[in-house]
């Protein structure tokens, strides 16, 4: 498809009329300049099935196709209803698009709807077939130009691009929904931005608000000074609201009225507005929980109650309130198509610079196989729409940024852990930790406790890289110190506290300059003078401080085994002021200062894994039904038996997908997990142990060593070797570089063996995980 003119066709509807026998009404179809090319008398009757699906496509699919033939069966169905659109509704019209669109490589048609037409914006007109086509295949766009409210003034122009292209971009998952995968979304679109910036050298700022995505943050932010250009919106919606979150992380449901009023700040400022729904009642995400032990069975939609006004009415609202072009979603969309989409659209509005109709053909050319699957069905084609008489030309150029310089004080992540591949669930903890971390909350403090491996340092490492533009400084703070299997803290060393308490005091001195504190922490009198001067210095300043793995400065009983340590987070936390403090621990502190909130942070429910069994490579196929050589029932049911055995604790899924290459060899895991939980249970008096209580987590720490020990059991010598040694080395000290030099020292007195250490093996196994993509020898 070639660039093409701004704005090719227009199509105006005239003399729309709805009845009870159906809708009539006629196109214009006009060429640049006004030229006459073709019109068309349109009269559609209820009584023909495919006027049903043509009113809502995504619920007809839902309520009359088969969950077990679902793809290939929509694929059929759509292009029925594909055909009966392009001779019914669009006639010879749609015959003179596709010839215009052969000629020119692809059109952009206007498509002018009267308000009382407004509904005709939610149809799929792309999905007509012509001449054995689809039209969207062909390159045509429609873009909606939907009239604003009656009575409204004169649009005063756009103000333009300043030193930077800005983007919002929302992202609200409430808890008690139904999960999308938003922050691999969230994830893309910073790759994106990220790319832009360093590659092609442009100005791009990028705000995001995910967890805690309130009406007043949203108010807040839409009313920011400079404003922004582009706003991304990616949430859970229903047909007449879109779900934002109340500030304990429930529900919020907005009426799209007040979403648009929300929204109006930024009349002057936005030229492009992104939204994408998911709806609570989405059939497909609760296909996965449709097995023995996934969850209730799936049962049909009911028949929609309003046809007419689903995201799309947003999206039309949208682009005549704040006169913008808005790329809407006519139905819910699945995760991996959203995100595929997301990205390659931005891709070619950012880097490539082209208008948003040109874009939006070019992503979906991309992003869309020939064939549908699971991933990208048949009705994804068809699900964007564009909105806006401004879309046609508009472009969304970034200034080119300024010279390279390197600021170690805007490199505020420095010394974090990469943002966690995956992270699922968690939603309420995660949206009351925003909350405590806003900077009026009051809360000074976070700590975060629970069973090892239930996902503390997860949640602590995601809160930072969200967090990473509201705080003036980040500071990470790892405790060394190994566990023992039984996952009970072991008595380190008076070395090992110590040392902690030094690695603090360098990390806050390295992120905080002029700051002094290593000196103090030899002389008792000294420290007791700074530590006043710490509080004051966290309650004025905006600093994020994360003590990680702090179990080892802890005794069984939550007493700090250092004095020191307890006068330090006392200082850092007895304030009400602007810094915070996350603290996570397998064992909960026995006192803290009345401002720090404490969170237990326990395994998945049984929704939660199943959206983390989705999202791992192996699970996720035997999910899907699309592993090699494993029948798709069979698949589901091994997936059903490893939910129970692991019943949501996190390590011991991602393990079992590893072990999930050969279905056969999971038998002996289960086994082994059956028998540790009945006899757990029978010491237990047979009930099954709460979450939320010691027993539960010796349960999970005794099943997560059977595990282990089993599957390094099955590796051969030299693997076992390399998982002892990396069992014993300091995190700090698992760098590639070090291994390889550790490998060679094993290798010359005889236990190496091998040229290389076998890293790729390990990582197979599920036991070792790589944190960058650089490949081993």
């Not at 756009?158 to 808890?175: E, Q, Y």
């Not at 049911?637 to 390590?651: C, K, R």
């Amino acid at each position: 498809m070639t660039e093409g003119p701004a704005e090719d066709l227009t199509l105006t509807v005239d003399g729309f009329r709805d009845d009870a026998e159906g809708m009539s009404w006629r196109w214009l179809l006009t060429g640049p300049g006004g030229t006459f090319e073709a019109d068309a008398e349109i009269r559609l009757r209820r009584e023909e099935w495919q006027y049903d699906a043509f009113e809502d496509l995504y619920g007809y699919l839902a309520w009359r196709v088969d969950p077990e033939r679902r793809t290939e069966r929509e694929a059929a169905l759509v292009r029925e209803v594909g055909e009966w659109i392009g001779a019914r509704v669009l006639g010879e019209v749609g015959v003179r698009l596709s010839r215009f669109a052969e000629d020119a490589s692809g059109c952009t048609v206007r498509v002018v709807l009267p308000p009382e037409a407004r509904a005709l914006a939610a149809r799929p007109l792309e999905a007509a077939v012509i001449d054995g086509a689809p039209l969207r295949r062909r390159g045509v766009i429609f873009v909606h130009d939907v009239p604003g409210p009656p009575g409204a003034a004169r649009r005063p122009p756009k103000r333009p691009v300043g030193v930077s292209l800005r983007i919002l971009a929302l992202f609200s998952l409430p808890d008690a929904t139904t999960a999308l995968d938003l922050r691999r979304e969230r994830y893309e679109l910073a790759r994106i931005v990220r790319t832009v910036s360093a590659v092609h050298g442009r100005a791009v700022e990028l705000r995001v608000l995910q967890y805690g995505v309130t009406r007043e943050r949203l108010r807040e932010i839409a009313e920011e000074g400079p404003g922004w250009d582009v706003v991304h919106v990616s949430a859970h919606g229903s047909r007449a609201a879109l779900t934002l979150e109340h500030e304990d992380g429930s529900p919020d449901e907005v009426p799209h009225h007040v979403l648009v009023d929300l929204l109006s700040p930024l009349r002057r400022q936005v030229k492009l507005i992104t939204a994408s729904s998911c709806s609570s009642a989405d059939d497909r995400a609760r296909e996965s929980f449709d097995a023995p032990g996934l969850g209730p069975a799936l049962r049909r939609r009911d028949a929609p109650a309003d046809p007419a006004a689903p995201l799309t009415d947003l999206a039309s609202s949208l682009a005549g309130r704040l006169d913008c072009a808005v790329v809407g979603m006519r139905f819910p969309v699945v995760d991996d198509f959203a995100i595929a989409l997301g990205g390659k659209l931005y891709e070619a509005l950012l880097v490539r610079d082209q208008p948003p109709a040109t874009a939006l053909a070019r992503a979906l050319a991309a992003c869309v196989p020939d064939r549908p699957t699971a991933s990208f069905p048949a009705l994804s084609e068809v699900t964007p729409a564009l909105f806006g008489s401004s879309a046609a030309g508009l472009r969304l150029s970034a200034p080119r940024s300024g010279p390279l310089v390197y600021d170690a004080e805007k490199l505020k992540l420095a010394g974090f852990p990469e943002a966690p591949r995956r992270f699922v669930g968690r939603v309420a903890l995660m949206s009351r930790a925003n909350a405590a971390l806003a900077p009026r909350s009051g809360v000074s403090g976070i700590v975060l406790y629970g069973m090892a491996g239930a996902g503390k340092t997860t949640a602590a490492v995601e809160l930072a890289h969200t967090q990473e533009e509201n705080f003036q400084a980040l500071v990470w703070l790892r405790v060394a110190g190994a566990e023992p299997a039984d996952g009970v803290p072991s008595a380190p060393s008076a070395h090992v506290v110590d040392s902690a308490l030094t690695d603090l005091a360098v990390a806050l001195e390295q992120k905080l300059k002029g700051l002094s504190m290593t000196p103090a922490l030899t002389d008792r009198e000294e420290l007791q003078r700074l530590l006043p001067l710490l509080t004051e210095f966290f309650e004025r300043q905006r600093v994020l401080l994360v003590i990680d793995n702090a179990e080892g400065l802890l005794t069984s009983d939550g007493a700090w085994r250092d004095e020191r340590w307890e006068a330090v987070f006392t200082a850092l936390t007895s304030h009400t002021g602007l810094s915070r403090t996350v603290l996570t621990s397998r064992v909960r502190p026995a006192s803290v200062p009345a401002p720090v909130s404490v969170d237990p942070v326990h395994v998945l429910t049984r929704r939660e894994a199943v959206l983390l069994a989705r999202e791992l490579p192996r699970l996720g196929q035997l999910l899907e039904g699309t592993a090699p050589d494993v029948p798709a029932q069979r698949g589901r049911q091994v997936v059903s038996d490893i939910l129970a055995a692991t019943d949501g604790h996190p390590e011991l899924l991602v393990l079992a997908d590893a072990q999930a290459v050969d279905v056969d060899r999971l038998g002996p895991l289960l086994d082994t997990a059956r028998r540790t939980r009945e006899a757990a249970r029978s010491a237990d008096g047979g009930s099954a142990a709460d979450p939320a209580d010691a027993t539960a987590a010796e349960e999970y720490a005794l099943l997560l060593d059977s595990w282990t020990r089993g599957i390094a059991g099955e590796l051969g010598p030299h693997e076992q070797t390399l998982f002892q040694v990396l069992s014993v080395m300091e995190e700090a000290d698992r760098s590639r570089e070090t291994v390889a030099r550790v490998w060679d020292a094993l290798r010359g007195s005889g236990p190496g063996g091998t040229d290389a250490a076998p890293v790729p093996a390990l990582v197979r196994s599920g036991l070792v995980g790589l944190r960058c993509r650089r490949s081993w020898p």
